[in-house]
């Protein structure tokens, strides 16, 4: 029952109301002189009008004096005065502001339901629902044969795919019947009806005895009585539905009425006028009578509500009622069904239906008495207080529910004629409007209030920043005076400026920063704000004026005037704390709350604040974070702050709110994102870019900023080259003979102008426009000079266009002006003023035009030939210009009229190259009379220079810029058509080709097998069999030919010629062995067949086709190639194609076109397509591609890691083939057997770990410092490997792949990963995935460094797996950082003082966790020490460094060094070898090291006993058991001492319980040390000695030494032993078992598992020590019989016998 009576004007009938915060909303209750209440707004505007105010109860009228109205309107107290406030109801409304929020979250969510939902209740009962058997979810289908529960998805995906279930189908769960189940007998089904007690029963009603029982009964089974019941159940269901549409319908009524209720209408509306009336009459009375008041509202209010309570328990009953006759009606319908008739109990059924019809359905309104209740008032309010307000009448109505037979003489309404359903009630407009209003409008556009003001003062929007230089400033970030002032972006103010919302999640808001702190915690002000900024300025102009306040006065929270010196402008404060440590001059912590800077200043930097500007205007500076980003190593640092501070710019930035949190001092932060407004450069992208900080959810969406201004591009286009245009240019960049770039020669006076006005433009700037955040694609000006490859003299700027983002500050640019790529740091990158941008680019990008590499990449000897062309006027022919951007052309140098150069031809001069197409590049004089290798021309031999031994000093950087793999791919330039010569035909799926640009390379072969075979008399072979290659001479042209036998008759072969595709028979005494050199070269003759054309019928050609196809192959005189997929039975698919001219008529050119012999022959009806080629899927076409010139290979050197189709090598004929076809060639290659089955793949889940060091003291190169200090290195002996590794990645993927930028990716996946600077692949790990940039963080394991990696540059073949990880992970023993970690310069310095030179190594500890702790030696130099020395490091065990001082020395002899320079090379120190090496005269000091000495001393102290170490057992025979095994190579061994020992260890551990808590801490770590430390299980102290010690963690690992297990502790739970604490031995050993060893080939569990059965709890067993290893125990173990313990491991496998 609700209580909470809302209290109304009887005037306005308007809500009383009370805000706490806003006194302007409040509408209290006031008296009127005859005591009844009236609103404060009533009041006040009836004042206002000078009209007497009526009492709405008693129609009182009360005038006001006219003198007093002005005075009424101006004070408020004034108003109070004359109409007093109504304390009481006051105080009764602020009551209910206090449970208000209860109130509303009771409500949330629960809209008033006053009518049931028949449609749903009707659904679920026809519908029942169940849980789904797979996926547990809640469904209504069910398999129709097996009768499981099953939803949609999972029946569809396994329960249908299983093949004897394929047929089933879905349907709706049946209806269950739960009322045949024995009401007795819970678990018993009612099988049985009993005529005499005319009931259902069970099995144990009817045979077990008892009150109930129905043992010698009557009894028949359900189903005969169920054929005698069928007819009435079938007669009562028209009852059943009757009442179904009656409860309907009274269900209706009770929501009418309820509603009704709720609205305050009808009774209802009486009620509340009621309670109204007794309010005003109270009023006068009500400190009196309140007892009495709260009794009779009581009263009425459980008048009121008494209705309500009887209608919902009504409605409940009404639901229940519906289910169960709807429930019933349904199983009724089924009875229908036979099936479903032999399942059903009818006599429960009917007994259930009876039930139903005598369901109460009528609604009846209940009264105790026949008179209406009314309020009575009693005037004799003084004598009989009691009786002043009573209730008379009727105080309780209770709505009831009846059945029909209950209702008696009523007229009883008809029934509804079907189901009444609730009505659609009118929706209240206010509460739509307001779930509008609350819920945020994400599709809206943020509004920005961009009307920022023409002033400014020098302090802009980060007036704090300076506040470092006040006199006792907190760590901020502080603007430098010598910045600029600020620039204020003009734009056009929205009309709802003026009145700004309040900031809200997913809002966006333009603003200034006006303070930085770090990252997470900085101040901003909203651009709409600036009036109110400026305002306020000018009022504190003179606030120096103003009065000072008291000392003893200031207290902290209170607000004044604070003058903050940088910015020489008075700001509003707010006092922090107070330091009263000098009580004369306490300094005052104060928090400027419009900029958010916190100041020290003393009591003369205080003003007091007007009280005008106390709240007005509001704090505004607000607090922000900025979001999704951490910073990356630990913790923020000032550098970070500043970075933001020069990103911002003070100018205008944008905030995207993400999330809105209280903070800790109630005040509220926001956590967004930051974005400038000029640039759109977001903060936190900067931040990570920068690698200041990480980003907690990479893929989080940054939506964009509307009014960010578009940023410049520049054109890049080559429309005006076109095909057969002819044009002088200037080649400025050479990539590769299928990339360079080429610049008009007309444009290269622009060019030069474009370039001063760059470096005018650019050169006497600082930092003014530098670029934070580098994105992909943008357009910036680079300053050559911090290039280190660029390869133009004088350096400059340009303009350049960002392809790649690299990491560590770098980016691959583009010179879209001369093409050069080039790698620049992001501080050489400035934005590009906008009339740079209007120029298009100067450059174009070509590639030559008919040539194509062999095995599809160019060597650099065909990059230098081009590039000796670079500073000349070539003559460019436009040839094709439809390739992806880039032109295809042929190069002339013309510089000699009379020796014309074609730069296509001397690619394929210098066999760079082959030609294809219609090209004739092959095909002139020049090129076929001369000879010429594959070598450069550029390149010269090398002068061997002898020199003395050299001593490098310094590494010089060669200005060339280096060639990337990937750059020496050849372009796809269409379908690569080779001219072939057809060497004999037999049908389209048998023909042998020559390639034409290979004729001369195997005619120079044929040359040299005539001189041999010609010259030298070579004995042949014995025996010749079959498949044989030979050499013999041929019949019809009478020379030496390669050959392979095919048959052997007698002394007769029958031989096939690989070269020449012919089939002859020759003695077999002409035949010769072949030798290596001549069986290395692949044939000439290439097997083919046509690819993708079939016969019609059959798999024998037609004559018709065969015919058809040699006439067209005889009726064109060049006829080219094209290889289609992988190599079938040795014969290679292609098309064969011709380049068909067309004759024009008379006035009409000639037209060409190519033409496909293979489709000609379908076009002709001569053959079908082959479909099975058609369904290939792309990724087999990809394959086939891929091995597109492998035919070209003819040598086959690097076929294994090319994986190349293999060149024909061994021709072979079947028996079959030669006895039908005899004198026509085949194919004679042998077919190999495929081992189809046998899986190739190897799943690795890392690399190999690295190998151990052989030597504790080896020669080695630091190849990587990560930011832990951790120095990656290998030995000096594992570069032969690193080269190994190298140069086989190389060729291995040397091929793109354009599948891997699709590819996923795991971290810990290992991987290939190319390296940006030298672009080569090398084996790495993946460390993090970014799938929103498609780019990886891999490190390198063999060298250590990590860099970021996009997916195309990643490939998934995890080549050279065999091979340990090559680089071992070492840290600087006995030293640790001077700070909390290594900071970057002390990290920058080691980098280049040993990183890639070679340095002696000293291994001075064991291994922890895969990191070895080294000494480092460079030249003279330990490392260690050194950095000591210069205060980059300390030692861990506190000590400090050595102080060098003079000592005078004489030196007799001085190494003589000489100074050699070379203008080509690095300058070295060369050292003679002869030179004797003198001992200097001070022997006393000669060959010393200080650090050796101290390290010497440091041992001797400790060995001499300056720590404690434990007594070693000594007895060689004992008693013991093995209760731990943490190693399976050394058992710990828990010795059994007899009982005077077991006494004494019992004394000692008592002991240290007592006085372990007081016991010092350690006093120094050292490995083996005896302590005490705490076990963290049940916290006692136990005897222990160290193993590790990790400073960073502060964590210690111990060995208990009287228990053997092992722990990590930290460093406060270990004590320092006293001395007779260690006396004893500890109670176990370590020891290894004697003669035997792991057998590796057993899995670890096993061997876990059965020194468990073996040691673990089966002692006690006698130990002997036979030797020692190491100060290590060797003993045998034997059981009580003597027997060997480990003799049953042998045997089972476990161990091996040495």
Known sequence: METNIQKYCPNCSQLYTLVLNAPKLNNIPLFLSCGHTMCEKCISNIVKFTEPIECRVCHRDMAIDSNDLVLLMQNKIQLYQLFPINVHMLGEIYSQLLNENLVLKKKTGKAANHFLDIKTIIHNIDNTQGECLECHISTSKMCQQCGIILCDPCFNKTHKN??????????????????????????????????????????????????????????????????TLIEDVNNIYPKVDEIFRRLTKTASDIGHLLYNIE?????????????????????????????????????????????????LKAKDDICESIKKTKAVMNIINLTTNPTMLKKTNLSVLLQTAQEIVETPW???????????????????????????????????????????SELGDIEIPPPPPTPVYPPELPKDVRESNKVKEDKPNQKAQPTFYKSAPNYRTKFGSTSSLHSFSSESSSRSITQNDFMQKPVVQHVQPFAESQHPKQLQEGMQELIYISHIVDPHNFFVQRSCHQPLVKEMMRDFRNAVSLPKPSINHVAEGKLYLVFNKPDNLWQRCRIISIDKRDINKPIFQVFCIDFGSTESVTIDKLRLLPPARLQSPFPLAINCSLANCVPKSGGWTSEDSFLIQNIIDNKQAVIHVRRMCSTSNYSVKLDCDVTTFEDGVNVAHALVYHERAKMLDPKLHYPNIPGVIERPKIFLSNNDLKPKSVEEVYLTTVVSPDKFFVRKRHLQDVY?????????????????????????????????NKSQNITQDGGGWARCIVHELHGRGRVRALLPDSGQLLVVHWTALRKLHPKFTTLKALSIECHLAGVTPHNKKWSTGSVALLQKFEERILELHVEDSRNRGSIGVTLYDKADEENIICINTEMIKHKFAVTFGLFMFNKTNTVEDQVFTNKSPLEEPKKIKKTAKIVILKKQHSPKQKIRDEDLEAKDKGPLRLEAKVLHYTSPSLLYVSLVHQQKVFNELFEKIQKHYTNKKIQGKVEWKVGDRCCTICIQSQTWRRAAIIEIEDNNAKIFYSDFACVETVPIDNLQELTSEFASI???????????????????????????????????????????????????????????????GALEPNKSEWRCLNMKIIDQGLGIPDKLLESSTPDSNKESTDDMLSFLNITGSVREWLQLEPLPSKPLISKRESESCPSSPVDCEESEQAELGVSNTMFISDWLPPEPLQNKEFTGVPTYIDNDGVIYLHDVSQQDTLDLIRKALDIRFKNPDPKAKYAKWTVGEPCIALFFLDNRFYRGRVLEVNNETSTCLIHYIDYGNEEQCSFSNLRKSIALYQIPTQAHKCVLNRIRPAGSQWDRQTLDYIHKSVVEKNCLVKITGEQIDDVIPIDLKYDKLWFNDHLVDFEMAKYTDGSKAIVPKFVVTNIKNKKDTVICESDSGPDYIVEDEHTPLESSQNSSLSGKDWNKLMDEEEEKQCLDGNFVLYPKNT????????????????????????????????????????IGYNLSPLNGIFENKACIALFPEDGLWYRASILEYSEAKNRIKVKYVDYGNVEVISLSDVREIPNELADLPPSTVSVQLHGIKINPLVDMDVIIQEYSNTFLGKGPFNAKVITYNDKLPIVELRDDNGVLVCEKLVDNGVLLKI
């Open 752 to 784: 030069d102008k474009l370039s001063e006005d760059l470096l005018q433009e650019y050169s006497f700037i600082d930092n003014t426009g530098t670029v934070y955040l580098p994105e992909i694609g943008m357009v910036y000006a680079v300053n050559l």
């Open 362 to 404: 009528y609604l009846k309104k209940e009264e105790s008495s026949d008179e209406a209740m009314k309020v009575v008032v009693k005037e004799d309010i003084v004598d009989l207080i009691g009786d002043y307000v009573r209730l008379e009448g009727n105080t309780s109505e209770v709505y009831s529910l009846c059945a029909t």
């Open 263 to 311: 609205n305050g209408m009808d009774s209802s509306c009486e009620s509340t006028q009621m309670i109204a009336n007794i309010e005003q009459h109270f009023s006068k009375l009500i400190s009196q009578i309140q007892l009495h008041k709260n009794k009779l509202i009581g009263v009425v209010t459980k008048y009121k509500y008494t209705e309500k309570d009887s209608l």
């Open 1082 to 1144: 692949g044939d000439a003759a290439i097997k083919c067949h046509l690819c993708g054309v079939i016969p019609a019928v059959g798999e024998e050609w037609p004559s018709l086709t065969k015919e058809y196809l040699k006439e067209l192959l005889d009726a064109y005189k060049r006829v080219f190639i094209t290889k289609l997929g992988n190599f079938k039975d040795k014969s290679m698919p292609i098309e064969i194609w011709v380049y068909h001219t067309i004759q024009g």
């Open 162 to 227: 299983f093949v004897i279930f394929k047929n089933h189908s879905l349907k709706n769960i049946e209806p269950l019947n739960n009322s045949n189940n024995c009401t007795t007998h819970k678990d018993k089904s009612l099988d049985y009806y009993c005529k005499d007690c005319l009931k259902s029963i069970c099995m144990d009603c009817m045979m077990v005895g008892g009150v109930n029982s129905c043992k010698n009964h009557d009894t028949v089974s359900i189903q005969e009585i169920n054929e």
């Open 1515 to 1554: 007895d060689d025979e004992f008693l013991c058991n093995i209760s731990i095994i943490s190693d399976i190579n050394v058992l710990e061994l828990s010795i059994i001492h007899n009982d005077e020992r077991n006494i004494l260890y019992e004394d000692l551990y008592a002991n240290i319980q007592k």
